[in-house]
Each structure stands twice: as C-alpha cells, then as structure tokens.
T-cell receptor, first 110, second 115 residues
Framework: QKEVEQNSGPLSVPEGAIASLNCTYS??????FFWYRQYSGKSPELIMSIYSNGDKEDGRFTAQLNKASQYVSLLIRDSQPSDSATYLC??????????FGAGTRLFVKA | SAVISQKPSRDICQRGTSLTIQCQVD?????MFWYRQQPGQSLTLIAT?????????ESGFVIDKFPISRPNLTFSTLTVSNMSPEDSSIYLCSVEDEGVGQPQHFGDGTRLSIL
C-alpha cells in the first residue's frame, strides 16, 4: 500500500515566522511531488510542484525534496494569517495515480 | 491550467435517492478523476475516467454505487446511487495537466448531505 504521511497538526506559528511542513512517502519509485493548500470549505489549490532533489523557491514558498530519505517539505516564509489552511502533500506514483496525504493544519497567529 | 466547473455545488438529499454530479472542463483532457473527501479527512480517489472506456474504480468503490460517464474529452458525471448518511461528503472532480507526472487541478466540489 503506497502511503503519504503528514503530521495532522495543528501547527501554530506567529505572523512573520517560518512555517515548516513535512511529508514522507513510501513508494521509492515516486517521481513527482506536489503541495496543495486547502482553505476550509474550499477545494485544494496547487501551490508547488517539485521533481528533483533540492530546493525550489516560488515567492514565500520553498519546496524541498530528498528522494533518498523519501521526504518532502514546504517552507512558508513571513507567514501571514491568510496562510492559515490545511496543506496537502501529494505524490505521483507513476501512471496517472497521485496519492494525497491527510494534510497538516496550519494556523498563523496575528 | 484548465478551468473546471462542477455542479451542483451543494445538495441535501433523502436517503435512498441518487444524485448526479457534473464536471465540465474548458479544454480537452485525457483523464478525469473523481474523489471523495469526508469531513476532516484527506482525498480518497473513487475512480479514474478515460474517454471512450469504462472508468477504473479504486478498492472499496463499485460501479453500481458510483456509476461514471465520460462521453467526451471535456465532460464527466458521477452518480451517487441509493444514498445513505455515510455518503455525506464532498465530491471533487479533477483533471491532470497533460504530460507524465503533472499535477491535478480540482473543481470547486459538491457538498452532499444525506438526511
């Protein structure tokens, strides 16, 4: 059974701090990795894709991938209250299948 | 990325009835996906719909309960049949960007409550 694991949280950080969200996956053959943000009552929205080991930055977001450790993370710099949401880690396992983690709830305190 | 329209956005239904959810995409896509998200839970894939062939269902989901149509490359429907309170959930359709290993994008979802 291919799995994607995330800490459910809630992760609480003060406004302006760095929020660090982590994810591990079980399928060593996975090649594509995604982070989605889901506000309460809304559908998931893609915020980052990463395919190679290392860091990928997009604005305040940085995705980090370590395939040897089967570990993906998302850093949010200068966290804002509007970043408060559930963040879903998703892993493409080949073909057309994507496995989603259960999500980490982030709360940014003003 | 594609624009995905899903309807209805929400509904309240009586047990034993059926509801058909529609998903329309503004561009042609190969694969469409149907997910269920129960309160406080993550996404569970129900089935993958490929135009011109039968949908592929995940373990725990059957065609009699969740029949899917995919008549063309821009449209799909999911029917939730003989509903019970356990079917109360958010149902989401998604499409994948063309190419291997591309991300999926979601419609706004259908919030379904069964009385």
């Amino acid at each position: 059974q291919k799995e994607v694991e995330q800490n459910s949280g809630p992760l609480s950080v003060p406004e302006g701090a760095i929020a660090s969200l982590n994810c591990t996956y079980s399928d060593r053959g996975s090649q594509s990795f995604f982070w989605y943000r889901q506000y309460s009552g809304k559908s998931p929205e893609l915020i980052m894709s990463i395919y190679s080991n290392g860091d990928k930055e997009d604005g305040r977001f940085t995705a980090q991938l370590n395939k040897a450790s089967q570990y993906v993370s998302l850093l949010i710099r200068d966290s804002q209250p509007s970043d408060s949401a559930t963040y879903l880690c998703a892993v493409g396992t080949g073909g057309f299948k994507t496995i989603f983690g259960a999500g980490t709830r982030l709360f940014v305190k003003a | 990325s594609a624009v995905i329209s899903q309807k209805p956005s929400r509904d309240i239904c009586q047990r034993g009835t059926s509801l058909t959810i529609q998903c329309q995409v503004d561009s042609q896509v190969t694969m469409m996906f149907w997910y269920r998200q129960q309160p406080g839970q993550s996404l569970t894939l129900i089935a993958t719909a490929n135009q011109g062939s039968e949908a592929t269902y995940e373990s725990g989901f059957v065609i009699d309960k969740f029949p899917i149509s995919r008549p063309n490359l821009t449209f799909s429907t999911l029917t939730v049949s003989n509903m019970s309170p356990e079917d109360s959930s958010i149902y989401l359709c998604s499409v994948e960007d063309e190419g291997v290993g591309q991300p999926q994008h979601f419609g706004d979802g259908t919030r379904l409550s069964i009385l």
